[in-house]
């Protein structure tokens, strides 16, 4: 079953309001977890690295104050897009890596964010 | 930092016949290696990894992939495809468990 889960899979909006994604470890603690988006035929495009307990890493381009990162326990981090506009339309993913498991990283279902 | 290279972002294959997804990657120090599969509107499942120990390595669904150091490369490899395999695969590589780097996908679709 599922060890990383993200809430919600698809979300529509007006442009101009804020949208929260949540991603959740379920049966492990996470003290990192990361936040992708994914455009159409595209690979994954790592966007920020979430740390438990202080402030998220983000990647070189990345608009911290549009895609704002909350790690606020070891197992939920969440990521909201806030003044959302149509362009930030995307598949966003999380996954989180689980220590003992060599590295492995599980990922969350994702997330369709539809900006009208 | 690392690079993933997937040479082929499209590969288009009759059922039943064998299949090889490219994937090579830049570093020369330990790596972990990692294939990971992505069907539509969902997130990505593991399919195989390579840790250490036995350079051939296989995963769920019948795919295997052979890592090997010399030539830096990790392709996966099924004997007969399936109509349900059509989907994304993605390398992926980590050095230390913590920071993972991924290639650009390949778009295997299994034409009936």
């Known amino acids: 079953g599922a060890v990383v889960s993200q809430h919600p899979s698809r979300v529509i909006c007006k442009s101009g309001t804020s949208v929260k994604i949540e991603c959740r470890s379920l049966d492990f603690q996470a003290t990192t977890m990361f936040w992708y988006r994914q455009f159409p035929k595209k690979s994954l495009m790592l966007m920020a690295t979430?740390?438990?307990?202080?402030?998220?890493?983000?990647e070189q381009g990345v608009e911290k104050d549009k895609f704002l990162i909350n790690h606020a326990s070891l197992t939920l981090s969440t990521l909201t897009v806030t003044s959302a506009h149509p362009e930030d339309s995307s598949f966003y993913i999380c996954s989180a890596p689980r220590h003992g498991r060599s590295g492995e990283l599980f990922f969350g279902e994702g997330s369709r964010l539809t900006v009208l | 930092a690392q690079s993933v290279t997937q040479l082929d972002s499209q590969v288009p294959v009759f059922e039943e016949a064998p299949v090889e997804l490219r994937c090579n990657y830049s570093?020369?120090?330990?790596?972990?290696l990692f294939w990971y599969v992505q069907y539509p509107n969902q997130g990505l499942q593991l399919l195989l990894k390579?840790?250490?120990?036995?350079?051939l390595v296989k995963g769920i669904n019948g795919f295997e992939a052979e890592f090997n150091k010399s030539q830096t490369s990790f392709h996966l490899r099924k004997p007969s495809v399936h109509i349900s395999d059509t989907a994304e695969y993605f390398c992926a590589v980590s050095e230390s468990g913590n920071q993972f780097y991924f290639g650009t996908g390949t778009s295997l679709t299994v034409i009936p």
């Open positions: 390579y840790l250490s120990g036995s350079t």
């Open positions: 979430s740390n438990e307990g202080s402030k998220a890493t983000y």
């Open positions: 570093s020369s120090v330990s790596v972990y």
